[in-house]
T-cell receptor, first 115, second 113 residues
Framework: EPEVTQTPSHQVTQMGQEVILRCVPI?????FYWYRQILGQKVEFLVS????????KSEIFDDQFSVERPDGSNFTLKIRSTKLEDSAMYFC?????????????FGPGTRLLVL | DAKTTQPNSMESNEEEPVHLPCNHS???????IHWYRQLPSQGPEYVIH???SNVNNRMASLAIAEDRKSSTLILHRATLRDAAVYYC??????????????FGRGTSLIVHP
C-alpha cells in the first residue's frame, strides 16, 4: 500500500538555525498537510497546501515557517530560525482531493529537537 | 468543528472485544464521524468513518446511535498492537475547503496480555 514518507526521522539542531523537514506524499494525492505534536500534547494542524499554494494555516504557522513543493514529489517544511519551543514531532499528511470523507494519510514523523 | 468527548483511557485484555465510546451531542446533520488512532511514536492512522449507518472495515466497526449524538468504535478482538490513542473527530461535510481533522486528547487504550 502506498505510504507517506518523511526524512529525516530525527533532527537535532541549535536554536536559531534553519531546518528543512522533507516529506514525500502519496503520488496521486493533491492536498498536503503539516502537523506537529509537542511531547505529551495534542496533534496540532500547521498548514495545508494545494495547487502550489497554502490553502489554510493555523496561528502556529507564523513567518518563521514556510512550505514548498520544490519538485513533483517532495513537500518541505522550513523553519527559518528555530526556537526551543519548536521541539516536537512533525507529521506530514496527504489526501487525494481534500474532501471531508477522505482518509488522511500520515507519515511516520520527524522528531525535531532544538537545543 | 463540533466537539467530541471521550474517556481519557480504557483497558482491555488481549483477544477480547473493545468498545470505545464517543459523545458528540452537538453534531450537525452534515458532520461525518471519523476515527483515527496513534500508536506510540507513530503518526495518526485512519481507522474508520461514517455518517449515519454503521460501518465495518478490516480494522474495526463503527456503531452510530440513531440520534447520532454518540458513536462507538468496536475492535472485535483486541491485540497488543491495538494499544494506541484513539481519536474521535467530527468534520462538517457541508463546509468548503480541505478536510483538517482537529485532534483532541483521545482515549488511550491499554491492552493487557
Amino acid at each position: 500500500e502506498p505510504e507517506v514518507t518523511q526524512t529525516p526521522s530525527h533532527q537535532v539542531t541549535q536554536m536559531g538555525q534553519e531546518v528543512i523537514l522533507r516529506c514525500v506524499p502519496i503520488s496521486n494525492h493533491l492536498y498536503f498537510y503539516w502537523y506537529r505534536q509537542i511531547l505529551g500534547q495534542k496533534v496540532e494542524f500547521l498548514v495545508s497546501f494545494y495547487n502550489n499554494e497554502i490553502s489554510e494555516k493555523s496561528e502556529i504557522f507564523d513567518d518563521q515557517f514556510s512550505v514548498e513543493r520544490p519538485d513533483g514529489s517532495n513537500f518541505t517544511l522550513k523553519i527559518r530560525s528555530t526556537k526551543l519551543e519548536d521541539s516536537a514531532m512533525y507529521f506530514c499528511a496527504s489526501t487525494p482531493q481534500g474532501l471531508t470523507q477522505e482518509t488522511q494519510y500520515f507519515g511516520p514523523g520527524t522528531r525535531l529537537l532544538v537545543l | 468543528d463540533a466537539k467530541t468527548t471521550q474517556p481519557n483511557s480504557m483497558e482491555s485484555n488481549e483477544e477480547e472485544p473493545v468498545h470505545l465510546p464517543c459523545n458528540h451531542s452537538t453534531i450537525s446533520g452534515t458532520d461525518y464521524i471519523h476515527w483515527y488512532r496513534q500508536l506510540p511514536s507513530q503518526g495518526p492512522e485512519y481507522v474508520i468513518h461514517g455518517l449515519t449507518s454503521n460501518v465495518n472495515n478490516r480494522m474495526a466497526s463503527l456503531a452510530i446511535a440513531e440520534d447520532r449524538k454518540s458513536s462507538t468504535l468496536i475492535l472485535h478482538r483486541a491485540t497488543l498492537r491495538d494499544a494506541a490513542v484513539y481519536y474521535c473527530i467530527l468534520r462538517d461535510g457541508a463546509s468548503g475547503g480541505s478536510y483538517i481533522p482537529t485532534f483532541g486528547r483521545g482515549t488511550s487504550l491499554i491492552v493487557h496480555p
